[in-house]
């Protein structure tokens, strides 16, 4: 099994903020990667998939990078909307989330 | 725009079986994969499986020996079914899809509380 670790696991940040989300593989998941933003009571939200690619309608604030074993989410100033949970998840070998970064 | 809607009891006794179903409406069920995710209190997201509109199916290792997805294209809904459930089961189950490249979850349900206690 791949196993995900995100780092940190909670984050303490301010309006205006450039924020930074660590994700890292037991094993190379090539580009694999996705992550996604959970907020309670809400469907969760994919933002970034296969490393770099921004979903559709996601504010171009979000960007994603790495390849193989590391990983970043990068928020570039922070909004309000954007205290939330976020997750990484690798698709290169069945599907494993990390443990998440709770953000506030 | 697809959207996904789980229903099912709310509580479940050790021992029985959880099932959980998830209506598809705003788009085709007749494609794609269909998928099961859980959240237990105070832990991260957990994928349980998917299921091909074909009826493949992939399954997490770890709850294979008690799981089975379906799916009813008449009905426009998937099913999970998970048998002798403990409180380790307590969970929020989502359904969601992945309908594009990259082995995205790019459509959720809202997502639904499963406390296993009796």
């Known amino acids: 099994d791949i196993q995900m670790t995100q780092s940190p696991s909670s984050l303490s940040a301010s309006i205006g903020d450039r924020v930074t989300i660590s994700c890292r593989a037991s094993q190379s998941v090539s580009t694999n990667l996705n992550w996604y933003q959970l907020k309670p009571g809400k469907a969760p939200k994919v933002l970034i998939y296969a490393t770099s690619k921004l979903e559709s309608g996601v504010p171009s604030r979000f960007s994603g990078s790495g390849s193989g074993t590391e990983f970043t989410l990068t928020i570039s100033s922070l909004q309000p909307e954007d205290f939330a949970t976020y997750y990484c998840q690798q698709s290169y070998n069945g599907n494993t989330f990390g443990q998440g970064t709770r953000l506030e | 725009q697809m959207q996904l809607q789980e229903s099912g009891p709310g509580l479940v006794k050790p021992s029985e079986t959880l099932s959980l179903n998830c209506t598809v409406s705003g788009g085709s069920i007749s494609s794609h994969f269909w998928s099961w995710i859980r959240q237990s209190p105070g832990k991260g997201l957990e994928w349980i499986g998917y299921?091909?509109?074909?009826?493949?199916?992939t399954y997490n290792p770890s709850l294979k020996s008690r799981l089975t997805i379906s799916v009813d294209t008449s009905k426009r809904q998937f099913s999970l079914k998970l048998t002798s459930v403990t409180a380790a089961d307590t969970a929020v189950y989502y359904c969601a899809t992945l309908t594009g490249i990259g082995g995205r979850f790019d459509y959720w349900g809202q997502g639904t509380l499963v406390t296993v206690s009796s």
């Open positions: 299921i091909y509109y074909s009826g493949s199916t």
